[in-house]
């Protein structure tokens, strides 16, 4: 990573993310998506009740959610937009820690602000996370991704993706709904992807990609059958 974090207009990370470093070392991160093949796997997701959970954006429609997240983020403005923070704050019952990912300070308790770098993307500056400083967050295209960098600045040394879906087929909480989805969006998180794969490979950690048809791995695979 270069120094590009120095330039004017770039926000630091706050002393409570900061603080992170290295709480989760050794340990696994299962993030999960929105994508209507969760479904398919629903008995099995129970089993994800006690492992740590990244979850993001729409996941708190999913009324019938078969377990509760360790993490829960909302990134880019128009998913803040759309979803909105003022509504799950009226969700005493949901317990995670939750994270407002964005380039200008998120005052809105209880969301945590992480800072995120603009117009700085993985495909340029690659994953941050990894070294003794964390800068703000280059762009990934995919909350999820988000989760890996932050994630890899906690210590994790493994990460399992479900239920991330690149396409336009429904949500886990409604599989009739038309996901708002752009292909080129789609080639960028695939580029930013493979890059963080490599990046987290050659720093000893692993990640796999369980979502069917998973864009990490020849084909999807179900690696938390066994909980």
């Known amino acids: 990573m270069t120094e590009w974090w120095n330039a004017p207009g770039m926000l630091g990370q706050p002393e409570e993310i900061l603080a992170l470093h290295n709480t989760k070392q050794g340990e696994r991160l299962f993030l999960v998506g929105n994508g209507a093949s969760l479904l398919d796997d629903a008995d099995l997701l129970e089993g994800l009740q006690g492992e740590d959970t990244w979850t993001c954006n729409g996941f708190m429609h999913w009324e019938e959610r078969p377990f509760e997240p360790t993490y829960f983020a909302l990134s880019e403005e128009r998913h803040i937009n759309r979803h909105g923070i003022p509504p799950y704050l009226g969700h005493p ?15 809105k308790k209880p969301f945590q602000w992480i800072s995120k770098a603009p117009e700085v993307t993985v495909m340029e500056a690659g994953m941050a996370g990894l070294d003794d400083e964390l800068p703000p967050l280059p762009t990934p295209f995919c909350t999820q991704f988000y989760g890996i960098q932050l994630g890899a600045w906690m210590g994790y040394e493994e990460f399992y993706l479900l239920g991330n879906e690149f396409n336009k087929n429904g949500y886990a909480w409604d599989p009739t709904l038309q996901r708002n989805f752009e292909e080129r969006n789609g080639v960028r998180v695939e580029k930013s992807s493979a890059i963080i794969k490599i990046m987290l490979e050659r720093a000893g950690r692993k990640i796999i990609d369980s979502t069917p048809g998973g864009r990490l791995n020849e084909k999807g695979i179900l690696p938390f059958r066994p909980l």
């Open 93 to 107: 019952e949901f317990k995670a820690q939750r994270y407002a990912i964005h380039w200008y300070k998120i005052r």
